[in-house]
């Protein structure tokens, strides 16, 4: 069983950075598509930004040009560099392969973005 287990969440001032990891435990993680994915409290949730096998990427245009996500094959992990944070982003952040699947949420990292 793939276990994901996401961290470097924290809290934040607006505009401030954080950087995300996410760890994925299977052998085959350079065979998927990765994506991070967010959900704000009472809010459903939502992809933010995914990367293919071959390094492509997309995004939220809601955070087009603030976020960049990347991965390390080697290490099996998939990160999120947050740059220029504003309060709409606090939210659970969680990795899962794209699309997702719905037994590989794990617990998510909580980003909060309050001065």
């Known amino acids: 069983q793939v276990q994901l287990v996401e961290s470097g969440g924290g809290l934040v001032q607006p505009g401030g950075s954080l950087r995300l990891s996410c760890a994925h435990s299977g052998s085959r993680f350079r065979f998927f598509t990765m994506g991070w994915y967010r959900q704000a409290p009472g809010k459903q949730r939502e992809l933010v930004a995914r990367i293919s096998i071959g390094g492509n990427t997309n995004y939220a245009d809601s955070v087009k040009g603030r976020f960049t996500i990347s991965r390390d094959n080697a290490k099996n992990t998939v990160y999120l560099q947050m740059n220029g944070l504003k309060p709409e982003d606090t939210a659970v952040y969680y990795c899962?392969?794209?699309?997702?699947?719905?037994?590989?949420w794990g617990q998510g990292t909580q980003v909060t973005v309050s001065s």
């Open positions: 899962n392969q794209y699309p997702a699947l719905n037994a590989y």
